[in-house]
T-cell receptor
Framework: AQTVTQSQPEMSVQEAETVTLSCTYD???????LFWYKQPPSRQMILVIR????KQQNATENRFSVNFQKAAKSFSLKISDSQLGDTAMYFC???????????WGAGTKLIIKP | GAVVSQHPSRVICKSGTSVKIECRSL??????MFWYRQFPKKSLMLMAT?????????EQGVEKDKFLINHASLTLSTLTVTSAHPEDSSFYIC???????????????FGPGTRLLVL
């Protein structure tokens, strides 16, 4: 079975610090996609960043970057210069190429303190 | 781009009534949409996959006669909760799969969600 594990239920950092959220997954698929979504208190799910498994280069989106380790099946999210608006639940998701469904981690609650 | 709307944002209804929730992709055509349910402080639980022009595929344990899904066009999917009961109270979220060839891969874009309260 394909699974996604986020081992940090909650994290808290000071504004402007860098924080890394961890995500591991288990699959036998060779081609897939990985995502980080953010859910702020408004509960709107927002795509933060996506990674295609066949690309070795780590994806980056402004202050957000990933460390994708395919062999280790690890997909961590690094947030640099954290801002108060980054406070949210962050979900890691795995999307196999064989179907269109996403498999979700349990989420990490990130609190940015002023 | 890739905006998904959902209506209504919140609804309160009496037990036994039916509630319809609409999910629209505003600036792209979505052949596949998804319906999720989210309990407080929990992750998303996939209820069903909705494909335009065909019957929805429901996940195990989801009552298809209770949660009716219709995907009549490339921009609209609806979820109808029939004979709603208090245990159906929850946050329901729809998403739409990015079209092939847009560079979005298998990305899903989400609506803002609907909070359903059944009294």
């Amino acid at each position: 079975a394909q699974t996604v594990t986020q081992s940090q239920p909650e994290m808290s950092v000071q504004e402007a610090e860098t924080v890394t959220l961890s995500c591991t997954y288990d699959t036998s698929e060779s081609n897939y996609y990985l995502f980080w979504y953010k859910q702020p208190p408004s509960r709107q799910m927002i795509l933060v960043i996506r990674q295609e498994a066949y690309k070795q280069q780590n994806a980056t989106e402004n202050r957000f970057s990933v460390n994708f380790q395919k062999a280790a099946k690890s997909f961590s999210l690094k947030i640099s210069d954290s801002q108060l608006g980054d406070t949210a639940m962050y979900f890691c998701a795995f999307g196999p190429d064989s179907n269109y469904q996403l498999i979700w981690g349990a989420g990490t609650k990130l609190i940015i303190k002023p | 781009g890739a905006v998904v709307s959902q209506h209504p944002s919140r609804v309160i209804c009496k037990s036994g009534t039916s509630v319809k929730i609409e999910c629209r992709s505003l600036d792209f055509q979505a052949t596949t949409m998804f319906w999720y349910r989210q309990f407080p402080k929990k992750s998303l639980m996939l209820m069903a996959t909705s494909n335009e022009g065909s019957k929805a595929t429901y996940e195990q344990g989801v009552e298809k006669d209770k949660f009716l899904i219709n995907h009549a066009s490339l921009t609209l999917s609806t979820l109808t909760v029939t004979s709603a009961h208090p245990e159906d109270s929850s946050f329901y979220i729809c998403s739409a799969r990015a079209p092939p060839g847009t560079g979005g891969g298998e990305t899903q874009y989400f609506g803002p969600g609907t909070r359903l309260l059944v009294l």
